[in-house]
């Protein structure tokens, strides 16, 4: 039987694609919603069996706040983190606050959909590998954590970097090339290239896992974190 559920996450286009995937696999999405604040009491107010709520920085103060008053208000909500790879404070602060999961952004649909089925049923949804790197981090905490976008950004050239810029402002190959003064074959060139060092399928998914991260924000104010770019037009 399909979830009744909500999707809640400051990009609106991610939103939308997750519910609408959602709905193709009979799901009832009462809601898809970017508010940039005001993401409890819209859930409160509809009332789902499940929130999927996106967050883009689990480990900062307040970032689940808004679980605590779901939780508080609608208890019967199960509420599912979607977020970067997270750090052990991320993923306690997630379930201190009331959520019943945690799900990488970047997880397939019949994860997350995996997900909300056991969080409904009142079960933790969060993946083993999650957990045991968590038990590991904290173990074993390394004096200067890595940030995951800060991370990305040193596997791709500064002409890389400049052609995921342009991949999330939508451009397409044509005007990628136009932009940079070079041919639309090395464009696209340079966008498999970000596709792959980035693990992702498209260039949807690229653009997504840079807004998530904040790479995008690393790359214009710690331009000199990318790598030489060996083979620049």
């Given at each position: 039987m399909g979830v009744r559920l909500m999707v809640v996450d400051d990009h609106r286009l991610l939103a939308e694609a997750l519910a609408s995937a959602l709905k193709l696999r009979g799901h009832r999405v009462l809601a898809a919603a970017a508010p940039s604040a005001g993401a409890a009491e819209l859930v409160v107010s509809r009332a789902p069996e499940v929130c999927l709520l996106g967050t883009a920085a689990p480990a900062e103060p307040g970032a689940f706040d808004p679980v605590v008053r779901i939780k508080r208000d609608r208890p019967q909500v199960a509420v599912v983190v979607l977020g970067p790879v997270p750090s052990p404070r991320g993923i306690a602060a997630a379930f201190a606050a009331g959520a019943s999961g945690y799900v990488r952004h970047d997880e397939r649909i019949e994860?997350?959909?995996r997900?909300?089925?056991k969080a409904r049923a009142g079960e933790a949804a969060?993946?083993?590998?999650?957990l045991q790197g968590a038990f590991t981090d904290l173990l074993n905490p390394a004096a200067q954590p890595d940030d995951e976008g800060r991370r990305l950004l040193r596997m791709?050239?500064?002409?890389?970097v400049e052609v995921l810029v342009r991949v999330a402002e939508g451009e397409d190959t044509r005007l990628i090339a136009a932009g940079m003064g070079i041919a639309p074959s090395t464009a696209r060139t340079h966008v498999q290239r970000v596709l792959m060092k980035l693990g992702v399928g498209s260039r949807l998914e690229a653009a997504a896992l840079a807004a998530r991260t904040g790479l995008l924000d690393h790359?214009?104010?710690?331009p000199p974190l990318a790598a030489p770019d060996p083979d620049a037009d």
């Open positions: 994860g997350v959909e997900a909300m089925v969060v993946a083993p590998q999650l791709l050239t500064p002409r890389e790359a214009a104010s710690h």
